[in-house]
């Protein structure tokens, strides 16, 4: 199968998509990405890209990666997301059909976390090249607009429902992360395009720590403390205020530390909350590979997820839970809905609600008070949790089937 995938976040950026197209093409398929300039989450365009011009370049020397111009996030405030967003739609619509032109498709697979807004630029091509439309929904827009405090103007979010809306109906099959994304999006579509395709990631083969070096201090501290490892962006909608101020409770507890592995709009605020609080127990890692990842999760004592509470947000399964799954540690929640049932049911936790700090910092206290048994127990039952429904080698053919299947449907229904 010949699959164009349409993302506006690739590799250098640490996005599930990166691995995702690398199982495809091990299983025998064709797969060309068109992205744009990696700037995600620093604003900055990295090193060794430019905004400007179109760049083509390999992805692990067997990927085509074709990048177009855009503007870089910059501070992440409201004006400079949205100027980022409709440039990489603007660039996308006037380079992408040239850029592959002399390419056949057979699906082109657009991966849409917020802005969803990268979709319209697959519309041009999937008539184009007469190929299968199929969005990978990993926010619900508009919703999240508002949520995230973006957007609140009624008439825009109106008009965002509308383009959604348009972009559901174009597109062939609608890949939802999270079952309870169902509702929503069918809402806004024809029920009949919704397919179930969670989230996933790949396991890191067995010797692969043997050559990844922590900071001494870092390693340090993950050996000789109760670490409990915050991962991923810091930012509005992980409500980070609530680790903040379970820290503060836990200022007396010597043996436990909280530590913040990423970036994002809310780390200088937490980091200037650290100061203010003089918190010694809140550890501000800084960002990491993805190689290194891995190995911070296994030297911890437990790994925290936190979500504002909005409706919205219980929606959706945050990308982390699959790799806290995968590190077989036990997992402490504050957070509402669906990422709170794949805990749940896994048995990996324990689980509190949204921005309940009490409820948190008593999770905090009741892991550490069980036995490293108990603790090793919660945590091998979220990995083989994860073997059995999120691992990505299974979820890369699935997603052949589903594709496959939803392609024949059509054909037989023409």
Known sequence: MKIIVVTQYFWPETFIINDLVMHLYGLGHDITVLTGKPNYPSGVVFEGYSEEGVQKEKYKGVIDILRVPL??????RSRDLVLNY???VWSGLR???KLVKNRQADVILVFAPSPITSAITAVPMKWLKKAHLSIWVQDLWPQSLSATGHINNSVILGMMGWLVRALYYFADSLLIQSRAFYGPVSHLSNSDKIVYYPNSISLPPENGQQGVTLPAELNSLLNSKFCMVFAGNIGTVQSVETIVHAALQLKDWDDIRIVMVGSG?????????????????????????MDSMHKIYMQAAGLIVTLKDETIFSLTVPSKVQAYLAAGKPIVAALNGEGARVISDSGAGLISAAEDVDALVSSIKKLHGLSEAKRRKMGDAGRDYFLEHFEMSRQASRLIEILEQRINMKEVVG
């Open 71 to 76: 503007r870089a996030r910059k501070s992440g």
């Open 86 to 88: 409709l440039s990489f």
């Open 95 to 97: 380079y992408f059909p």
């Open 265 to 289: 709009s809310r780390l200088e605020w937490v980091r200037k909350q650290k100061e203010k609080l003089e918190l010694d127990n809140l550890y501000l890692a800084g960002r990491f590979p």
